[in-house]
Each structure stands twice: as structure tokens, then as C-alpha cells.
């Protein structure tokens, strides 16, 4: 699988990211482990987990996922052959969240402890603390790297001010800083003040930011839970409206040209995107984490791009122009 140097780092991830947030929970060990080998069989080697995954989940308390992806690894002794990236921010048992420098150091120990090793490739913020001064933030994140525990770090749920504010600290005091922004981003863009809690969905400021400088910019959420094929499931309401219809128009039109499916397409749009997007892929069958990983066959010409992003866009009056 091709492969991507993230930000000004020295890590290289693979095209695609395996996103895990329900291995090793909703997904029992042994799938888990099938769908972890098809990712690497396929040539994937970034592996996207969280401190808290799969809190959420009735009888789960958090770190199900890197556990899981733990003994995968030391089972498979594929350790230095993968990427592993997570996060911290969010609170679940044992842990209060937030992003001081005591919780960044703590949080840190434990997911090494899950994960069985000795190093995170990559160590994400995954939400905002306007509590803790940035300076502590990013002064903890540096001592890390500075330890050899962590490789590179990045930002997902930031706004992008507070990215740039974030890196700006860190560029004064000579720290590391973010080389990555992970948020929510598919082919439907969402209505205008649509709310998803706390995620922060990829926006045009932040596309110009990651251009400026250098930011890898990753998307999770991309296939909204298969709902752009599923009969079993409706797209989420924050990205209802007439726009979506003439754009979802668009995304099947393009996939008939290429005899692929819509999930395929959205993918490799983004990754043909400007500035381009790394993909989480998911799945809980094989057979759909096949689908996803095949859409790396898939390439659009720049006619399919210009309409895939022209639909829906309003059409200016030149009256208005005048
Ligand atoms: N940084 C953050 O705040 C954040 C937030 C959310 C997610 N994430 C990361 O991103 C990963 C993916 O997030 P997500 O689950 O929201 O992604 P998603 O791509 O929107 O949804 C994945 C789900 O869609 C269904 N699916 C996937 N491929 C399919 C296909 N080809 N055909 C039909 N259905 C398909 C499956 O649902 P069923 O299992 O129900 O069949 C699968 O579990 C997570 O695992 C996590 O690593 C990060």
C-alpha cells in the first residue's frame, strides 16, 4: 500500500487507517483479530485506537481496544511492521480527562501498558481543554518525544485557531507540535451549524491551514456508518437537505461510471482531494473492510472530481456579481 509521511514527522503511515474503536468490544477478540490480519494482508499499517474505547458500551470501562490491539500485535510479533496511533482527552473509569501535563503522562503509561510496548507512533489531544494552559499541553506532549515514548503527536476535535495557537507555542519554545488534525469529514457536507457534540468536522479554514503548513489531515466518520448504501440505515439529519440530494445524485452517478461502489468513491475522492485526506476506514465483517480497502483501485479522473465537488455548490446569479 502506498505510503505517507504525516506533517513534518518522521512517521510514514499507509494510505488507509484502520479504525478500531469497537475491536475487541462490540466485535469479539476473534473477529477483531481477522479483520486486524485482513488490514495488514492488504498492506495497512496504521492502526487508529483511543485510551477510551469502548467506554460507551454497556460492561466496557475503556482500553478494550488497545488491549485487543495488544495481543494482536504480540500474537502476530508484528510490532515495529505497524503504526499505532492514540488518544487522549476524554473521561471514562479511572481517568478524569482533559489534557494536563499529570493526565498526558499517566494516560500515556496505561496505553503503552494496553498496547504492550514501548512507544505510541502517533499520540492525538482527542478533544479540546480550555482548563489547562496550552503551554502545559504542549510542554507535556514535548517531554514524551523528548522520552522516546511518543513519535509524533496531532490534534483531533480542535478548532483550527486553537491548532494554530497550539503550534505556535511550540514553535516559540522549541517543541514539538501537531503534525496531524484528525476530525469528522465525508463526501455530504453538513448543514450549517449542524451539531455533533463534541466532534469538529474538517472545514475550509482548516484545509487552508494544512496547506500553509504541512498539517496531514485525517477523517473519521468518512462512510456514515455505511449509510450511503444501507437500506438499515438513514443519513445522519445534520446532513439532510436539497444539497445532499443533488451531491449523493453526483456520488452514484460517478460510481456507475466506474463500476465501483459509493463507499469506494467517497474514499478515493478524498485521498484525490486538495489538500488530499487520509481515510479511517472501519468495518465489523471482512466483508466490508474488503470493500473499503479495494477502493485504493479506484482513481477519478479530474471531470468526476470537478463534479463531485461542484454538486449542490449554489449557482451565483451574475446580476448578483455586478
Ligand atoms: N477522533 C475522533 O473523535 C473519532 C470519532 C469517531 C471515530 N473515530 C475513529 O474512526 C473510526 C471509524 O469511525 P466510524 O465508525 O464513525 O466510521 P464509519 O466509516 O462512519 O462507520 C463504520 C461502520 O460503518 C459500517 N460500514 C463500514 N464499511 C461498510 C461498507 N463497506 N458497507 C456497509 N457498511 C459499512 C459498519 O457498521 P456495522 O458495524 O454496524 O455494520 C462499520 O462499523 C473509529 O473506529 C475510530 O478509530 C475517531
Known amino acids: 500500500m502506498e505510503k505517507i509521511r504525516l ?8 494510505a488507509l487507517c ?12 476473534e473477529t477483531s483479530f481477522g479483520l486486524l490480519d485482513l488490514f495488514r494482508e492488504n498492506g495497512g499499517s496504521f492502526i487508529d485506537t483511543g485510551n477510551f474505547y469502548a467506554a460507551w458500551l454497556p460492561g466496557c470501562h475503556g482500553g478494550e481496544s ?6 494482536w500485535l504480540k500474537a502476530r510479533a508484528c510490532r515495529d511492521e505497524m503504526v499505532v496511533a492514540t488518544k487522549i482527552g476524554f473521561d471514562y473509569p479511572g481517568c478524569d480527562g482533559g489534557l494536563s501535563g499529570a493526565e498526558i503522562e499517566r494516560e500515556c503509561e496505561k496505553s503503552l501498558r494496553r498496547l504492550q510496548t514501548d512507544r505510541l507512533d502517533l499520540y492525538y489531544a482527542h478533544r479540546d481543554d480550555e482548563k489547562t ?5 504542549m510542554e507535556a506532549f514535548d517531554k514524551l518525544i523528548r522520552a522516546g515514548k511518543v513519535r509524533a503527536i496531532g490534534a483531533s476535535n480542535l478548532k483550527v485557531w486553537r491548532i494554530a495557537e497550539a503550534n505556535t507555542v511550540s514553535r516559540k519554545c522549541g517543541w514539538a507540535g501537531y503534525s496531524v488534525v484528525e476530525q469528522r469529514h465525508t463526501y455530504l457536507r453538513p ?4 451539531d455533533f457534540g ?13 496547506k500553509r503548513h504541512g498539517v496531514t489531515l485525517i477523517a473519521y466518520s468518512v462512510l456514515l456508518q455505511g449509510a450511503y448504501t444501507r437500506q438499515d440505515r438513514a443519513l445522519p439529519p445534520q446532513y439532510a437537505g436539497p444539497e445532499s440530494v443533488e451531491r449523493m445524485r453526483a456520488l452514484e452517478g460517478v460510481a456507475r461510471e466506474l463500476g465501483a461502489t459509493p463507499n469506494q468513491v ?7 482531494s486538495d489538500p488530499a485526506v487520509l481515510p479511517i476506514i472501519a468495518g465489523s465483517r471482512p466483508e466490508q473492510l474488503a470493500e473499503n480497502l479495494a477502493a485504493l483501485g479506484v482513481t477519478l479522473t479530474a471531470g468526476q472530481m470537478m463534479c463531485l465537488n461542484t454538486a449542490g455548490n449554489p449557482v451565483i446569479e451574475q ?3 455586478r
Open 7 to 14: 506533517g513534518d514527522s518522521d512517521v510514514e503511515v499507509s
Open 18 to 29: 484502520l479504525g478500531t474503536d469497537l475491536i475487541g468490544s462490540k466485535i469479539d477478540r
Open 66 to 71: 488497545e488491549s485487543t490491539i495488544g495481543l
Open 133 to 137: 494552559p496550552v503551554e502545559e499541553t
Open 191 to 194: 448543514r450549517h451549524g449542524a
Open 198 to 210: 463534541p466532534q469538529v468536522c474538517i472545514n475550509p479554514d482548516l484545509e487552508g491551514y494544512s
Open 266 to 272: 467517497i474514499i478515493a475522492w478524498m485521498r484525490q
Open 319 to 321: 446580476a448578483w456579481l
